[in-house]
């Protein structure tokens, strides 16, 4: 174990990487609509969606302002005014706000220790004739092993899936595609993500009405761009050119992207297996993740707050945020969603750590993690 670069590189819990060569393309583009004045709804944002729909092996991608704004939508399309939805504990607030905010009540379930997604036996138990779907989060970029089981439960149980992809661009089971299980699937392209346009989000769907519905829903309801009728109670949660030419190039970068972090994601697989009190999150035979984030379960719990300060101080190395740091049903607003105790959800939240990972990440920084969490925990 060597702490020889301690405090003389710092390695931070993500970095966003736009090549030198990347940024002249998107300025380029920028000037271009700027000078058109063609700069939403226009060129650029078709492109981006015949792509990202390319990408997921689906028929339809809506682009959109945010993640969150993809998942409201999505709901709104499917219809959850008064209904239940299932939403697992482990997932960011947006996730459950949009139900809310879609005039549903979300119901919080607990989740899997293997996966951090849900599973039927997690679900089953909650169910009422008055639940409406299912939303699943592939945490962290790792899709289940469980999901084709998880399609099956749903269309035997008449409900609809949807997955909130936030985390999972490129990800895959098996060779489907993150966003193709569900009937629509909700991506964020907030900085922090695995490819960014900035701020936004994407759509994606199989079904040529919620493509329909969504398209409408994201221009303040209006039943097309040039008619004044609206017939939906939309919003505007339009993407703008800018954000999809930033979203573009990213996305052509994806692949490589994806291909650093595995690269990353491997050394620290390699040394976890050594460790005895931190076990990494197996990615199931037959997956790809992408690597969002490198989730590691503490085995015994250890105090996080006091750990992650002893990695930034002593040894430089900042761990990126959690997925998640509480469950849901302990945020203040949430409280009420859920129906008892979420043990694994409460235990699992508490005892797991992310590693820095991002692409762009140098083998020797990946190194000075390594041994810094070697000096911590072994
Ligand atoms: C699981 C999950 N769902 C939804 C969202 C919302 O995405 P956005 O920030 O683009 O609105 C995020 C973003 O952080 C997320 O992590």
Redesign the pocket.
Known sequence: MSTTNTLTRRIPAARIQFLPEDRAWIAARIEEVLSTGMLTLGNYGKEFETRFAALCGVKHAVSVN??????EIALRALGVERKDVIVPAN??F??AA?VVHAGGVPVLVDMDPESFAIRPEDIEPELTPNTAGIVV?H?GGLVSARLPDLQDFARRKGLWLVE?A??AHGASYKGMMAGAFGVAA?F???P??VMTSA???MLVTNDDRVAEEARIFRDQGKASFLVNAHTRMGYNWRMSEPHAIIGLKHLERLPAMIEDRRRVAALYDEALARFTSLRALKVPPGGLSNYYKYIAVMEPARDRKQLKAALREQFGVSLSGE?YEDPLHKQPVFERYARGPLPVAEDLCARHICLPLYSGMEDDEARQVIDALAAVFE
């Open positions: 945010s993640g969150t704004s993809a998942l997932t960011f947006a996730t949009a989060v945490v909130d936030a985390h909700a964020s392209m907030y922090t993500k701020e936004g989000g997925v």
